[in-house]
């Protein structure tokens, strides 16, 4: 059967211009064709889950639109400020400047850093970006206050249960102004009713202020919550769903 080829999208009827436009994404892994010409927009605003069976392309489809890994072919276009940027053609540097000042991550693992305070994992992410201690700082404790861990800052990660760690995950990926925040299974680890607060702690800091979220989940709970389902299987959109009551 023939494949089309990438192309425009039918146009939308979502209020708001696209943030990211996807084209013709395709990404090899050896013989694993984890994605298969996807082409996909995400609305400024939007919150979207990406879901689907294990190995479907979910995680490689989050890394190729952050800028993480780059497609064997295809754009990832990025509309923000003042005006279009193609991720997937970005030097190295110029893609994790881009990171570091437009997008957020909160992933299960990896990104917080363990010898550091609740406070200094907040505050990295604008010292990176240039920002003085102090400022840095005083910005990283009106994050943690926000989100209900006003009192913790001085304690490092271990001393934090897996909800607060997650809070701190969202305060590290919003502080900087993240205009997209990806989130990669942010409740994978937690019980049910923690699960619950972080997700709408996540959905208020974002689209609750005009921000996109992009969620990696197999939460049918996760999912539910977010404004639009995307489903992928073998590197491919199999369905695309918005849903009435959802958050933005
Ligand atoms: N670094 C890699 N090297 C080789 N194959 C890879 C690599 N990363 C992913 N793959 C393969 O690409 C396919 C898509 O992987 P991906 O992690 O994107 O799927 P996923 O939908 O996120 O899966 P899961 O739900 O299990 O996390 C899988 O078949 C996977 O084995």
Not at 61 to 67: E, K, P, V
Not at 92 to 100: G, M
Request: proline share 5%.
């Amino acid at each position: 059967m023939m494949t089309p080829p990438p192309g425009p999208l039918l146009p939308s009827a979502h209020p708001t211009p696209p943030v990211l436009s996807a084209r013709g994404l395709t990404k090899t892994y050896d013989t694993t064709r984890a994605l298969a010409e996807l082409s996909l927009d995400i609305h400024a605003g939007e919150s979207v889950a990406i879901m689907g069976p294990s190995g479907g392309g979910k995680t490689t489809l989050l890394h190729c639109l952050a800028g993480i890994i780059t497609p064997d072919a295809g754009q990832v276009v990025l509309q923000h400020g003042h005006g279009a940027t193609d991720v997937a053609r970005l030097s190295d540097s110029a893609r994790s400047a881009l990171r570091r000042s437009t997008f957020g991550f909160v992933f299960q693992q990896g990104l917080l850093i363990p010898e550091l305070t609740a406070l200094e994992n907040v505050a990295v992410a604008l010292m990176l970006l240039g920002v003085d201690r102090a400022a840095a700082e005083h910005s990283a404790a009106q994050w943690l206050a926000a989100l209900g861990l006003g009192g913790l800052e001085d304690r490092r990660l271990g001393q934090l249960s897996g909800g607060q760690a997650q809070r701190v995950a969202i305060a590290r990926a919003q502080v900087s102004g993240a205009a997209v925040v990806f989130a990669d299974e942010p409740t994978g680890a937690l019980d049910s009713s923690t699960s619950a607060e972080v997700l709408d702690l996540l959905l208020e800091s974002t689209t609750g202020t005009g921000r996109t979220l992009v969620v990696v989940t197999h939460d049918d709970d996760v999912a539910r919550r977010c404004a639009r389902t995307v489903r992928l299987r073998d590197g491919r959109i199999v369905s695309d769903s918005r849903h009435a009551g959802a958050a933005a």
